[in-house]
């Protein structure tokens, strides 16, 4: 597994950014898919995480703003993003844990991308 996170950026509260997350190694089934963010100063902390069968967790901060979604074909998971907030900028890093092991746990992911800049203006 050897992934690979895009689509970073900055944007103004109130708008939208889609992260992609990309396998280009071998072995995407079965995985549950991650992501997580940190700003500096503290923890990363849980954002999304979606698992082969496309059951979805979210933290409370986002639910009902981002969409978490996967395309195995292509395996690539999104991370939809709407109504950003100035307290959602963060680096932003996928992850992949080889079945469910725990969703939320950063410790369980045994494969991490490189995190992309998400900036929100006020």
């Known amino acids: 597994v050897q992934l690979q996170a895009s689509g970073g950026g900055l944007v103004q509260a109130g708008g939208s950014l889609r992260l992609s997350c990309a396998n280009s190694g071998r072995g995407f089934g079965g995985y549950t898919m991650g992501w997580s963010r940190q700003t500096p100063g503290k923890e990363r902390e849980f954002v999304a995480g979606?698992?082969?069968?496309?059951?979805?967790y979210y933290a409370d901060s986002v639910k009902g703003r981002f969409t978490n979604s996967r395309d195995n074909a292509k395996n690539t998971v999104y991370l939809q993003m709407n109504s950003l907030k100035p307290e959602d900028t963060a680096v932003y890093y996928c992850a992949a844990q080889r079945g469910v092991q725990g969703i939320r746990d950063e410790y369980l992911y045994s494969y991490w991308g490189q995190g992309t800049q998400v900036t929100v203006s006020s």
């Open positions: 979606i698992t082969w069968r496309r059951n979805v």
